[in-house]
């Protein structure tokens, strides 16, 4: 098979898995191209609905799609791919920002791929690019404090560890679990871990800034709707 058949071969692999998110997005934010995925995942729409737009007028929070600008400049004047992590829609996401080659009469422009609902590794990740955003789904309800010890539980930590690190009585983490467990509706604490551990969550994401996807009629047609 020649090159360019096999890369053609690939690039539909990819772009036709649920759960890779493709994006195309030049640096004045237009959206120049997304796949079905990442146009459900992000915003609720069709890729034929938000193609053309630019990708601040499509997310929850203008800010977003700034900081998304933003990082693909950065990997752009880097000369190379950059990653970060993120939740969203209280999973558990690697995105990765690569440098696209075009003409010397287009605008630079970088892809954005995303791996929904990826699982984190053992110990995290040390990646260059960071967010300041979050969107926790179906973990909305929780308080920045009960979301601390969640991401506490899903490191496998128990109440007496968290009362330790949160510098709290064991009392309070106790009573802060059963609030969390009757939101989520799981008392079980391997249940809870799995469900911090799904959305890859940490201590300090509690102090990102929360934004919410707003949801359409077509959302259950999505296979990361939540």
Not at 93 to 98: E, G
């Amino acid at each position: 098979m020649p090159d360019g058949q096999m890369h053609e071969a690939v690039w539909k692999i990819v772009e036709g898995d649920p759960m890779i998110g493709v994006a195309v997005i030049d640096l004045n934010g237009l959206l120049l191209y997304i796949n079905e995925a990442a146009a459900k995942a992000y915003t609720d729409r069709s890729p034929g609905e938000i193609i053309g737009r630019r990708i601040q007028k499509l997310l929850p929070d203008p800010a977003l799609g700034d900081e998304m600008v933003e990082n693909g400049r950065r990997c752009l004047e880097a000369g190379r791919s950059m990653e970060l992590r993120r939740v969203w829609r209280g999973r558990h996401h690697y995105v990765t920002y690569s440098p696209l080659p075009c003409d010397d009469e287009e605008d630079d422009r970088f892809l954005c791929v995303v791996k929904l609902g990826a699982m984190p590794p053992a110990g995290g990740a040390d990646l260059e690019l960071h967010t300041s955003f979050i969107e926790l789904g179906p973990l909305k309800e929780l308080t920045p404090r009960e979301l601390e010890v969640l991401a506490l539980i899903g490191q496998g930590l128990r109440v007496a560890d968290i009362a330790k690190l949160l510098h709290r009585s064991e009392r309070t983490i106790e009573k802060h679990r059963e609030s969390i467990g009757r939101k989520l509706d799981s008392t079980d604490r391997v249940a809870l871990a799995l469900i911090a551990r799904r959305a890859g969550l940490r201590v300090d994401d509690a102090s990102l800034k929360r934004i919410e996807v707003q949801r359409t009629d077509n959302s259950k047609d999505s296979p990361y709707s939540t």
